[in-house]
């Protein structure tokens, strides 16, 4: 089955202590993209990359870090987790340029005591 | 930059009503534009697209046609069902950027039999 997988779904941490959510995507998807989703704002693109080793910030990238080594993962680090970042967070794939749908994971909900 | 405004939600109707969800954008170029869904407690899915002016996007009974004359992007749907209760959220996105999507603020919609 197609499909964008996160891990962990549900995380509760303090702040400042370093946290990795795990993205992979099991369809050869050239670009992943990582977005928080907060009440009335929608989502925000915090960074994307279009290929291994290619990263590029979003629209909301302080206080993240992502990495692209291998084609199919693309994780989420917060170095240093602050309360503010306490949202709901998506990964996403999709094909390539010529592509338009994007695959979404179900979701990773992160709150930051 | 580019922006997209949904209409606030919650909207909420009877089983078969008609729907109606207002999106319209800002752009600087020429983007395609999409509705996504998000059922209670998953990721989002792309409902219908529209690449370019006056195409008309289509899927489940919904509708949406790209306005350029007054860049709006209207999501419709004739008889609305009670599974139809999520939250919709109006997109753009150009098809040769790594910046892949720029989402409205979502619009919740309750449907009670």
């Known amino acids: 089955e197609a499909q964008v997988t996160q891990n962990p779904r549900y995380l509760i941490t303090v702040t400042g202590k370093k946290l990795t959510v795990t993205c992979s995507q099991n369809m050869n998807h050239e670009y992943m993209s990582w977005y928080r989703q907060d009440p009335g704002l929608g989502l925000r693109q915090i960074y994307y990359?279009?290929?291994?080793?290619?990263?590029d910030k979003g629209d909301v990238p302080e206080g993240y870090k992502v990495s692209r080594k291998e084609k199919r993962n693309f994780p989420l680090i917060l170095e240093s987790p602050s309360p503010n970042q306490t949202s709901l967070y998506f990964c996403?794939?999709?094909?390539?340029?010529?592509?338009?749908?994007?695959?979404f994971g179900p979701g990773t909900r992160l709150t930051v005591t | 930059g580019d922006s997209v405004t949904q209409m606030e939600g919650p909207v909420t109707l009877s089983e078969e009503a008609f729907l109606t969800i207002n999106c319209t954008y800002t752009?600087?170029?020429?983007?395609?534009l999409f509705w996504y869904v998000q059922y209670p407690g998953e990721g989002l899915q792309l409902l219908l697209k529209a690449t370019k002016a006056d195409d008309k996007g289509s899927n489940k009974g919904f509708e949406a046609t790209y306005r350029k004359e007054t860049t709006s992007f209207h999501l419709e749907k004739g008889s609305v069902q009670v599974s139809d209760s999520a939250v919709y959220f109006c997109?753009?996105?150009?098809?040769?950027?790594?910046?892949?999507?720029?989402f409205g603020g979502g619009t919740r919609l309750m449907v009670k039999p």
């Open positions: 752009a600087t170029g020429y983007p395609s």
């Open positions: 990359s279009m290929n291994v080793e290619v990263t």
């Open positions: 996403a794939s999709r094909k390539g340029t010529t592509s338009y749908e994007q695959y």
């Open positions: 997109a753009l996105a150009y098809n040769n950027a790594g910046n892949m999507l720029t």
